[in-house]
């Protein structure tokens, strides 16, 4: 056999992401339409041309807009950052809580909580969950160094998440306001409920940021599957490829659980199941996963709607009740591979 | 091509490497041997500027390696590490593919160039038929040929090979050999790790052997590999021949209880 009898073929997966873009689409008109009072194609259609009545421009402009953005932006963020990360350890249960920001940024929101800082200013909030996640990031370089494995950062990770918890468990134990407590617990079961523009434009600045680092990766995280050794050998230049993954990481999480407290597993769920697809390639993963993100939380976002609970139930409890039966499922898979 | 001055070298604060020379001339096979933990495997790290010295310098074309871009070195060395493999279960030509990165031009396709190289160097490991396998589907030889093909596709002026032929049958070590002897005859410089004598003394134009970190031999097959540093170094003996001129080597009794003694 010659080198020209072998076919060539640099395979995208054209027919995916037309999927993924055509469901993206269809979930966030849907993120728009579905609700306590459900809103035609027609009259969405007026709402956006300004000639629809005006409660129901009211409602898609001031309440669905922001809540289907937000669904759209975060579930991007999360879908990214979790194929991002899970392409720099090379370890399928990566995902952005791995590495403690998460669960910095919603310790951070409670802290503006706890003090009522958000009373003061709008911004305390969100600026105070970045920052939360950017120490959670500066933490894990004190502990994990500069050329740590990605097991040394994992723990570390697991212990900047432990440290996140045991601060909120401190803030609440330490309340002597019930109306504190419970408005920091319902903050941290995650929601995109009653958001309006003024959280989707503080927030989108940090999020489009994080998106552009994560997304410039691509090519250093397929060089990655070779392993750190090889992809050097390659022309990758490892920890600049680390801090522009763990920093955008940080600044898309931190923006998304500014505006929305925490919300779990979609980073751990989606790269994993769009993987096949993509035929592993991890720098192709990394828009799929986006745009799967997207989908799973928007649509998650109008499953909290439609169910029909007494209380709305919350978007953070639900993607954990789904998240965690296929985390475990996923351990049990990578033992069995193992073993 | 590339030149070692007085390279040494430590990992985790152990001197691993000691005051090292070395050259690796384009179109000769440099055969790297010596017994286990000699040193050889960081030795093909440093030449390919993977892991700092702690003295000494690695030139590659007259400028230290360490003034080269990894970009450009990427495109100048290929390095295929011992044990090699690729994390995530993509298809061969997927893999073979990765090779190229150091060519390609941020936020654009492989060109022709891109795809002409990943046919040719699939068609030199001899992958051609494996490219839409997966490969973690492959048996241990089949994956090692492939990721050789990996390190060939982007057409290097060095490749460094940390024991390439370790997992393969008797066959395809003949075959992955020629393979190199070809590459070098086409001006290629090729470095390999071998724990192979035999081969080392067929396919080789020159050895280093190597022993505790420093070089102790460096010069035609026949002349390092003499019976005394056999025995000093391996502590084995071998048979010796000529089959038509070229001489041959087979490792036959070990040294139980040698003038060396244990080490």
Known sequence: MTALDIPIRQTRPIGLFVLLGGGTVAAFLLSLAMGPTAIGPGDLLRAFLGTADGPTTLIVWELRLPRALLGLMIGATLGLTGAGLQGLFRNPLAEPGLIGASSLAAFGAVVAMYFGLYALFAAALPLSAMLGAVTAVMILHLLAGRNAGALTIILAGVAISSLGAALIALAINLSNNLFAVTEIVFWLMGSLADRSMDQVWLAAPFMVAGWLLVGGTGRALDALALGDETAMSLGVDLPRTRLKLILGTALSVGGAVAVSGTIGFVGLVVPHLLRPFVGYQPSTLLPASALGGAILLLLADVAVRVVPTEAELRLGVLTALIGVPFFLGLILKTRREMA | ?263
């Open chain 2, 1 to 263: 091509m590339l030149t070692l001055r007085n390279l040494s070298v430590s990992r985790g604060g152990r001197p691993v490497l000691h005051d090292v020379d070395l050259t690796i001339q384009a179109g000769e096979v440099l055969g790297i041997v010596g017994p286990n933990g000699a040193g050889k495997s960081t030795l093909m790290r440093a030449a390919a500027g993977l892991t700092p010295s702690t003295a000494g310098t690695a030139t590659l074309d007259g400028e230290p390696i360490a003034a080269w871009s990894r970009a450009t070195l990427a495109r100048r060395i290929a390095y295929l590490p011992q044990n090699a493999d690729c994390h995530w279960p993509m298809t061969v030509e997927r893999v073979v593919a990765l090779g190229r990165l150091p060519h390609l031009t941020p936020w654009q396709g492989p060109t022709a160039a891109d795809a002409q190289a990943i046919g040719r160097a699939m068609a030199m490991a001899q992958v051609g038929d494996l490219s839409d396998r997966r490969i973690d589907k492959l048996s241990g030889g089949e994956k090692a040929r492939v990721l050789l093909a990996r390190a060939l596709a982007g057409d290097p002026a060095l490749l460094l090979a940390d024991e390439p032929v370790s997992d393969l049958d008797p066959y395809h070590r003949l075959d992955v050999m020629n393979h190199l002897r070809r590459l070098a005859d086409d001006g290629m410089a090729v470095a390999v790790v071998l724990h192979d004598l035999s081969l080392a003394m067929q396919f080789c134009d020159r050895l280093a052997l190597i022993d505790k970190g420093r070089i102790v031999a460096d010069g035609p097959p026949d002349a390092t590999l003499s019976p005394e540093r056999l025995s000093e170094v391996f502590r084995i003996t071998a048979l010796r021949g000529d089959r038509d001129g070229h001489p041959y080597l087979l490792p036959w009794t070990h040294d139980t209880a040698g003038p060396g003694g244990h080490r």
